[in-house]
T-cell receptor, first 112, second 111 residues
């Protein structure tokens, strides 16, 4: 009965590879987000989707492409991975008129 | 550009004491304020939110908001070792805007 789930939990890959992270929420929320938390623990918004439509893109490189097949899922595909992409990526969700966001467990991406 | 400032700590308090965590922000259009708790290696967990000036209490937690001073705080009464974590202050403006987080304050509660 996990509210917001992400897979995989850990991802280790080499520079130049392409990888995807999946997120699903069963809270019935319309809005989903991707955040990046760097090594200094700073949590920063990357994307926001409302009912499958992109509403926020916070100056993220084009190598990052989110996709929302339905309002319960928001996936993140990353092309040509770089060392600087190493971080923990969190998915979150909320109701559209509420800023109370609930986070998934995170995916720790390590690029070598 | 929104900025959220927090003292990185660590803030050390003995068990049973009141822990006071502070946050200042730069954007006067900010309307909603949140405190998240993050244990090491875990995801942020929402513990309090406050939208109006004044105090809001929930169990051992009290959030305080002063929009004129652009200041929000979190008080934790009767601190427990299990409260040891990083506390993230976050805010948003109206509409679909996303959360802007501070860098967090590490709290250490010693038995």
């Amino acid at each position: 009965d996990t509210a917001v789930s992400q897979t995989p939990k850990y991802l280790v890959t080499q520079m130049g590879n392409d990888k995807s992270i999946k997120c699903e929420q069963n809270l019935g929320h319309d809005t989903m987000y991707w955040y990046k938390q760097d090594s200094k623990k700073f949590l920063k918004i990357m994307f926001s989707y409302n009912n499958k439509e992109l509403i926020i893109n916070e100056t993220v490189p084009n190598r990052f492409s989110p996709k929302s097949p339905d309002k319960a899922h928001l996936n993140l595909h990353i092309n040509s991975l770089e060392l600087g992409d190493s971080a923990v990526y969190f998915c979150a969700s909320s109701q559209p008129l509420s800023r109370e966001q609930y986070f998934g467990p995170g995916t720790r991406l390590t690029v070598t | 550009q929104k900025e959220v400032e927090q003292n990185s700590g660590p803030l050390s308090v003995p068990e049973g004491a009141i822990a006071s965590l502070n946050c200042t922000y730069s954007d006067r259009d900010s309307q909603s304020f949140f405190w998240y708790r993050q244990y090491s290696g875990k995801s942020p967990e929402l513990i309090m939110f406050i939208y109006s000036n004044g105090d809001k209490e929930d169990g051992r937690f009290t959030a305080q908001l002063n929009k004129a001073s652009q200041y929000v705080s979190l008080l934790i009464r009767d601190s427990q070792p299990s409260d040891s974590a990083t506390y993230l202050c976050a805010l948003s403006a109206s509409g679909y805007s996303t959360l802007t987080f501070g860098k967090g304050t590490m709290l250490l509660v010693s038995p």
